[in-house]
C-alpha cells in the first residue's frame, strides 16, 4: 500500500515533506475555511449512515442498491439527486472496486453541444440540496444567474468521504485506507470521471476541442473547493477549460502564508463591524482565562461558564486544559461568524458577538458565557451543530458538541479554525493531518490569546488520533501539484475572487499572475460571498454587484478566447 498520501503520477512523499522539527517553528505560517468554511449539516447524513452501517456490510457501489437512501425528490417531485455507481473506489492503484458517488444536475439552461458545463466543487462537508435552489445547487449565481447567461448545464458532485454515501460502506474505514483514498488527488478524479459522463449525455464532444459539439468545463468552488478548482487547470488542463475559485487559500496549502494573518484577519473584520469590539475581546478574553486557571476545579470553572459538566470531554480533566479549549472555541466561532458577515449589517452573528464582549456591565466570565449562549441561540449554528439546543429547558452549553467522530477526540483540532463535529469533522480533521496541512497561529495583534501553531504540535496531535503511522506532510501536495508558482506551472484561465473581510483572502491570490490568472477583490465581501447559498440579492454591497458582472464578463471572454486558440490549435 502507498504511503504518498493519494500521489498522482507514481509520486510519492519524500522523508523531505515533513520538515524537522528544529525547523518546524521558524518555516512561513498561514490560515484556514470551509469550509467553506460554514460547517455542514449532518443530522439527516448521520441518521441515513447508520442505516447503512446497520443493513450493508459491502464496499462497492452495490451496497447503495436497495439499502441506501433514494434519491431525494424536491417539493415539486423532481428528482434532486444522483447517484455515479461506478465511481472507482481507488483511481490510482488499478483496483476495479466501485462505490456511489452522490451528485446533482440541472440541464435546465443548456442549449445543447457546444455550450459550457459549470462543475460545482463539492467540499469538506455533506452535499445536501439548497432549498434556495431549484435543482439544489450550491450556489444560485452559477445555477441561476451564469447558466442561462452561456446557456450552460451544471453539475454539483459531493466529494468523497462527506456525507452519508462513502468509498467504504457498512464499516468505519482504516487509517491505511485513508491515507490512500481521502485525498484532494482522489476527490479531483471522482469529479472529472462524473464531468465526462456528464458530457457524453449531453452528447458534447470529450476531447476534440475544435468540434462545434465541444462542451468547456468551468470549475467552480469557494474556500477548500476553489483550491480543487485551481488545481482542476493544473492537474487536468486537458478536460477543465476554465476555473473560478472564490476564497481559495493556494498560499495556505503551499506553507507560504504568514500564520497570524488568519485571526488577524478576523480582529479586523471585528472591529470595523463593531468599533471597539478588538479590545474589548481581548481584554475579556485575558481576564476569563486567568480566572479560569485560578478555579480549584474544572467543575467549578464550567459552572461559571454555564457549561454542561455532565458531557465535559473526558480528556478535559484540569482547569489548564480547558481555559486553553475554552479560548479556541470562541476563536474559531468567532472566525465562523466572520466567514458569514456579509452584507454587513448589525443583525449579522459577528456583530452580536462583538455586542457580547462590548458589554460594559457584564463580567470577563460572564462575556464568555454570554458569548457560549449566543451560539446556542443562533439558528444557523444550531443547522451546524444540531446538538447545540439540547432540551428545551437546559441553560447549559455542551463543549462536546465541537468534538469530531473517531478516537481520541480534541476540541482543538489538526485545523485551529475548527474542524466542526461528527463524521464530517473526523474527515477534514484527517485531511489537515496528511498533506492538507493549514499554519494557523494567533498572533498579539489578533483579539484572541497569543498561540504558537508548530508542527510539532501537529504531530503529536494527529498520531494521539490516528496512530504513529501518520505524519503530516505540508510539503507533499504542493511537491506533487506545483501551485507555489502558476506560471511556472503553465496554468492560464483560473479567476479568483476574494472577499477582503474574509480570513482565508490573506491565503489567497489578490492581484493578478497573468493575463489570463486574475484576481477580483471586493472590500466588503466575506467568505466566498459571490458565491453564496442565496445568490445575488436586493442588499448587495456595490462592490459584489459589480463583481457578479466582472465575472461574467471574465467568463465570456475567456470562453470566446479558448474557442479560438482551440481552433488555431486543432487546424
Not at 91 to 111: A, L, Q
Not at 231 to 246: E, G, N, Q, T
Not at 335 to 345: K, L, Q, T, V
Not at 361 to 372: C, G, I, L
Request: glycine share 8%.
Amino acid at each position: 500500500m502507498t504511503t504518498g498520501y493519494g500521489a498522482i503520477d507514481g509520486y510519492q512523499a519524500e522523508e523531505s515533506d515533513h520538515p524537522p522539527s528544529t525547523q518546524n517553528d521558524s518555516l512561513p505560517s498561514t490560515i484556514r475555511d470551509l469550509l467553506s468554511r460554514t460547517w455542514v449539516r449532518i443530522a439527516a447524513a448521520v441518521s441515513l449512515a447508520l442505516i447503512i452501517v446497520t443493513l450493508s456490510s459491502r464496499h462497492s457501489s452495490a451496497a447503495r442498491g436497495p439499502w441506501g437512501p433514494s434519491p431525494q425528490p424536491d417539493s415539486d417531485g423532481e428528482q434532486l439527486e444522483f447517484f455515479y455507481d461506478d465511481q472507482l473506489v481507488n483511481h490510482f492503484n488499478g483496483d476495479t472496486s466501485t462505490w456511489s458517488n452522490r451528485y446533482y444536475k440541472s440541464k435546465e439552461f443548456h442549449e445543447g453541444p457546444g455550450h459550457p458545463i459549470f462543475l460545482i466543487i463539492g467540499g469538506e462537508g455533506t452535499l445536501d440540496p439548497n432549498p434556495n435552489d431549484p435543482h439544489g445547487m450550491l450556489y444560485p449565481f452559477v445555477s441561476q444567474h451564469l447558466a442561462p447567461h452561456f446557456g450552460a448545464a451544471v453539475i454539483m458532485v459531493e466529494h468523497r468521504f462527506y456525507g452519508p454515501y462513502q468509498p467504504i460502506m457498512g464499516r468505519e474505514a482504516t487509517v491505511s485506507e485513508l491515507i490512500e483514498l481521502l485525498t484532494p488527488q482522489q476527490a479531483m478524479a471522482d469529479m472529472i470521471q462524473l464531468a465526462k459522463v456528464f458530457k457524453d449525455e449531453l452528447n458534447c464532444a470529450q476531447y476534440d476541442r475544435s468540434s462545434e459539439k465541444y462542451c468547456p468545463v468551468i470549475t467552480v468552488g469557494g474556500s477548500y473547493p476553489g483550491f480543487l478548482s485551481a488545481m482542476f487547470r493544473l492537474v487536468y488542463p486537458d478536460i477543465v477549460d476554465i476555473s473560478y475559485a472564490s476564497s481559495a487559500p493556494l498560499k495556505l496549502y503551499d506553507q507560504s502564508a504568514n500564520q497570524n494573518v488568519y485571526y488577524d484577519i478576523v480582529t479586523k473584520a471585528a472591529d470595523k463591524l463593531s468599533p471597539g469590539c478588538a479590545d474589548a475581546t481581548r481584554t475579556a478574553l485575558d481576564e476569563a482565562k486567568e480566572l479560569i486557571n485560578e478555579m480549584s476545579s474544572v467543575k467549578e470553572a464550567m459552572k461559571g461558564l454555564k457549561m454542561c459538566f455532565k458531557t465535559v470531554p473526558e480528556y478535559i480533566t484540569d482547569v489548564e486544559t480547558l481555559s486553553t479549549d475554552v479560548m479556541m472555541a470562541v476563536g474559531f466561532s468567532f472566525a465562523n461568524y466572520d466567514m458569514g458577515a456579509y452584507p454587513p449589517g448589525e443583525d449579522l452573528g459577528l456583530y452580536k458577538a462583538c455586542q457580547v464582549f462590548q458589554d460594559e456591565d457584564a463580567t470577563s466570565m460572564e462575556k464568555v458565557a454570554n458569548f457560549f449562549q449566543l451560539l446556542k441561540e443562533d439558528p444557523e449554528e444550531e443547522e451546524d451543530y444540531p446538538d447545540l439546543a439540547g432540551d428545551e429547558d437546559k441553560n447549559c452549553f455542551d463543549l462536546s458538541i465541537f468534538l469530531p467522530d473517531g478516537d481520541n477526540p480534541r476540541i482543538q483540532t489538526s485545523d485551529w479554525s475548527g474542524s466542526g463535529g461528527g463524521n464530517d469533522g473526523r474527515s477534514w480533521d484527517f485531511q489537515l493531518c496528511t498533506t492538507l496541512v493549514d499554519q494557523i497561529g494567533f498572533s498579539e495583534e489578533s483579539m484572541f490569546p497569543t498561540r504558537l501553531w508548530t508542527y510539532a504540535d501537529l504531530t503529536e496531535y494527529c498520531q494521539l488520533r490516528y496512530g504513529e503511522a501518520i505524519i503530516p506532510q505540508p510539503l507533499a501536495l504542493v511537491r506533487n501539484l506545483g501551485f507555489d508558482d502558476l506560471v511556472k506551472k503553465g496554468a492560464s484561465y483560473i479567476l479568483f475572487t476574494n472577499g477582503m473581510q474574509d480570513m482565508w483572502s490573506g491565503g489567497s491570490y489578490l492581484e493578478d499572475v497573468s493575463d489570463t490568472i486574475v484576481a477580483l477583490n471586493f472590500e466588503n465581501g466575506a467568505h466566498h460571498s459571490d458565491l453564496n447559498h442565496v445568490g445575488p440579492m436586493d442588499n448587495d454591497t456595490e462592490d459584489i454587484r459589480e463583481g457578479y458582472v466582472q465575472i461574467t464578463d471574465i467568463l465570456e471572454k475567456w470562453l470566446g478566447d479558448i474557442k479560438v486558440e482551440y481552433k488555431q490549435e486543432y487546424k
